[in-house]
């Protein structure tokens, strides 16, 4: 996103963090009051609530009751954070599937150091209970009904989801949502319910590439819309893509968006909602990372400021719980018949047994009490990927200043190969996911993403010294 179209907040928020960066205002310092910021920037209150709001997200400043904003040492010392990127902004053929085939089998068959995926840590006693869970539910095949579930899906993990879903702001019935196999399945469900083969489907840039695939695969075409490292997908970008092309959904990670791990203020997110009923689009929202918020209050979804029932929201427990589960849900809005034939059609229905361990794992508030531990772990384990890179990659590299999720996102000077990079790494059996798959228009060949999920074991800390060893020569 260039300078001139940013928006007004985020440009100050960046503004104030630079302040802070530099030295400016320590941490513990009280930061100018809100009606004293807008007076000397000649700006609005809400513009400068908005830009607090973000400082608030990003771990910047925290709010003092009837105190006004302080400085907060921020939970890790950003590196220098990825340039903004420069998608191209028309629809092109997706040809990304042969490189994302083969970095998914060779994270799957590695007994290396698998960095590529993201994956969450099945070390976790989560892993056990699930597990546990299955053989003690197995042995009572009559609870799982009749033979096939009702296409949309077993009413106890409903509700257990829609209990579940007040965390995220939204106050859905358990009827309002159909249940699918994983995160995956849901969005497909809702690719087929909303578009046409040829049709354009609006996405970040960079984006998750198993996203990428499935649109070439359903025949669609992806236009990618420059995305902010720090504060998502830019809405004025959109917006000029959306008066220029027939675009038929907005699909989005509003939660820490795989690959850059940053999270759509609230503000920005009621434009986008704005924008969308201006076009009369729907927005297909990617909640899978949601839950695994580093720090503070889970953010709320998109899903939550919806008026219309236009946001189709999305998620599984495939990085929460267990990916084996292939359990996921959507809540469809308006779209609830037409996503419910799609689903419907093309699988009947979910299998039972792995929707009930779902269910009970989250009655009993076992998975709650997973996620306070995991996100706590995630985090520490986030800022040691970053004290590593410090230590071995070249110093002019960039990083993403995740704020949840598994993933972060580096990008290199331009004369480093990533797919090279890659393919060098693969013959040591160490996995990086290379960022030429993230685009459809062969941007970021000069970026990597890795996953931070798992314990930083020697052999672990050792492949990122490895790639570090790789880096220097290429730069
Ligand atoms: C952003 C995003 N969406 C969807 C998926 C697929 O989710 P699931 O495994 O639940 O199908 C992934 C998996 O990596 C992902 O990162």
Redesign the pocket.
């Known amino acids: 996103m260039e300078k001139n179209d940013t928006l007004l907040y985020v440009q100050l928020a960046e503004q104030l963090i630079n302040h802070i960066k530099d030295g400016v205002h320590p941490v513990g310092d009280r930061l100018p009051s809100v009606r004293a910021l807008a007076k000397s920037e000649q700006v609005s209150i809400a513009t400068v609530s908005a830009a607090y709001a973000i400082l608030e997200e990003q771990g910047w400043a925290e709010a003092r009751p009837k105190s006004g904003y302080f400085v907060k040492r921020a939970a890790v010392e950003p590196l220098s954070m990825p340039k903004k990127s420069r998608a191209k902004t028309s629809p092109r053929a997706v040809t990304v599937a042969e490189l994302a085939m083969a970095v998914q089998r060779g994270a799957a068959a590695s007994d290396g150091v698998v960095l590529s995926?993201?994956i969450p840590d099945l070390e976790f006693p989560i892993a056990d209970i699930v597990k546990r869970t299955f053989t003690k539910l197995s042995r009572y095949p009559s609870s799982f009904g009749n033979g096939y579930d009702i296409p949309e899906g077993l009413l106890t993990l409903r509700q257990q989801i829609a209990r579940r879903a007040v965390d995220a702001g939204l106050h859905i019935s358990p009827d309002a949502i159909i249940t699918t196999?994983?995160?995956?399945?849901a969005?497909a469900q809702a690719l087929k319910a909303l578009t046409q083969t040829g049709d354009i489907v609006a996405v970040e840039s960079p984006c998750?590439f198993?996203?990428l695939q499935m649109i070439e695969g359903f025949g669609l075409k992806a236009i990618e819309i420059p995305t902010d490292p720090a504060t998502g997908i830019s809405v004025d970008a959109l917006t000029l893509a959306m008066q220029r092309w027939p675009i038929k959904a907005i699909l989005t990670?509003p939660a820490f968006s795989?690959p850059l791990g940053c999270i759509i203020p609230m503000e920005k997110k009621r434009l986008l909602i704005q924008l969308a009923q201006r076009y009369d689009v729907p927005i297909i929202e990617?909640d899978?990372?949601g839950d695994l918020q580093f720090e503070g209050r889970r953010s709320k979804a998109l899903k939550s400021i919806d008026p219309d029932g236009r946001v189709l929201w999305c998620s599984?427990v495939?990085?929460t719980m267990d990916?084996h589960l292939?359990v996921?849900w959507i809540a469809p809005g308006r779209y609830y018949d037409e996503v419910l034939q799609q689903k419907f059609v093309s699988e009947i229905s979910s299998p039972t047994l792995p929707q009930l361990v779902t269910a009970e794992v989250m009655k009993k508030g076992l998975y709650d009490r997973h996620l306070r531990h995991a996100r706590a772990t995630y985090h520490q384990r986030y800022i040691r990927l970053l004290e590593l890179a410090r230590e071995h990659f070249p110093e002019s590299m960039r990083v993403s200043s995740a704020k949840g999720g598994l993933v972060a996102w580096f990008e290199m000077p331009r004369s480093v190969d990533a797919t090279e990079l890659y393919y060098m790494c693969r013959e040591q059996d160490i996995h990086l996911a290379p960022g030429e798959l993230f685009s459809v228009s062969g941007l970021y060949q000069n970026c990597f993403r890795l996953s931070f999920s798992n314990n930083w074991t020697p052999k672990r800390e050792q492949a990122i010294a490895f790639i570090g060893s790789l880096l220097k020569k290429m730069v």
Do not use: E, T, V
């Open positions: 995926a993201a196999g994983g995160a995956q399945n969005i998750y198993g996203l990670i795989n990617d899978i990372y599984s495939s990085k990916p292939r996921g």
